[in-house]
């Protein structure tokens, strides 16, 4: 077990269960730095988005590593003022060409826009019958949002990227997407780094001698969550993919299980000032 173990999407295509998130890491010389090292840590999969603004800085890492594009899982993102189905097809192919690729492995809906998604979700779903995005989900949708897009879609989302973490389980969510075949991505798993001192994330840091960082992606991986926590720092990048060699058993998976509070630190879908 090691970076480049996977999981299954429904339509066969493999996701490295963990990944680097790039929000908030400036475009230029931070990205490139941020993603060349974590491809020297061995990860193989990066999460960008338009939003981000820095995708031209993850392709140009990505080129420059040597490693063949296939041997790397990207994904981007359609931003809320992009969507719409003309609007989506453009956005994507901005996209593509600022990462400079002819594919991406997977394109999301970055947020449930009421009254656009449906037709944003169409533009995906060319997108994916071109075999211009290798498998394509949303991000930040709520079972209430699926179950009206499932309606309306012929091909289900493959992945629901959400706010994921102890103290926020998601656990509604989580069984929907089960249920459907979807993969669940957690974005910010760490809680941002907020409440690493927690005590039962102290506990078991110490029980295991590993970080609470290290608890929360073992937690994630032991659940059969796809996890891409933020790190500029090669040291913490490789900290925070260092989980294959320890077990958490079932009663410390739930003892985690018992931080949750329902308490986001993004917005909630329902209320984003779309
Ligand atoms: P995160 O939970 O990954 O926390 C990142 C912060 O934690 C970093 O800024 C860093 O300072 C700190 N950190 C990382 N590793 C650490 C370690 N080992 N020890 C101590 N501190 C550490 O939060 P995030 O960046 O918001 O989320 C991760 C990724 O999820 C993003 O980069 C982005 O790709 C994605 N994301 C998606 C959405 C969405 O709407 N789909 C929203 C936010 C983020």
């Not at 493959?158 to 089960?178: D, F, G, S």
């Not at 500029?232 to 018992?258: C, G, H, P, W, Y």
């Amino acid at each position: 077990m090691s970076l480049t173990t996977t999981t299954k999407l429904h339509n066969g295509v493999e996701i490295p269960v963990i990944g680097l998130g790039v929000y908030k890491v400036e475009a230029g010389t931070d990205v490139y730095q941020a993603v060349s090292s974590a491809l020297e840590q061995g990860y193989r999969h990066i999460d960008t988005a338009s939003f981000y603004q820095n995708e031209e800085g993850v392709g140009k890492a990505i080129a420059d590593s040597g490693i063949p594009r296939e041997e790397i899982f990207v994904t981007t993102k359609v931003w809320n003022d992009e969507q719409g189905y003309d609007n989506t097809l453009a956005a994507f192919d901005r996209s593509l060409n600022r990462l400079n690729m002819d594919y991406v492995d997977l394109y999301l809906v970055h947020w449930p826009v009421p009254g656009k998604y449906k037709e944003t979700w169409k533009a995906l779903e060319t997108i994916y019958e071109q075999g211009k995005a290798k498998a394509i989900g949303v991000s930040n949708f709520l079972p209430h949002h699926l179950d009206d897009l499932i309606q309306a879609a012929t091909i289900k989302p493959m992945v629901n990227q959400i706010e994921l973490h102890p103290q926020l389980a998601q656990v509604e969510t989580r069984q929907y997407c089960k249920n459907n075949n979807i993969i669940v991505e957690a974005w910010a798993p760490l809680g941002k780094a907020s409440y690493f001192d927690d005590p039962v994330l102290q506990e078991l840091a110490t029980k295991y001698n590993k970080t609470p960082a290290q608890i929360i992606v073992r937690w994630d991986y032991q659940n059969g969550i796809v996890t891409i926590p933020k790190s500029v720092k090669a040291t913490r990048q490789q900290e925070n993919a260092a989980i294959f060699d320890f077990e958490l058993t079932d009663e410390d998976m739930e003892k985690i299980d018992s931080i949750n509070q329902d308490k986001r630190i993004g917005f909630h879908p329902d209320e984003f000032p779309y």
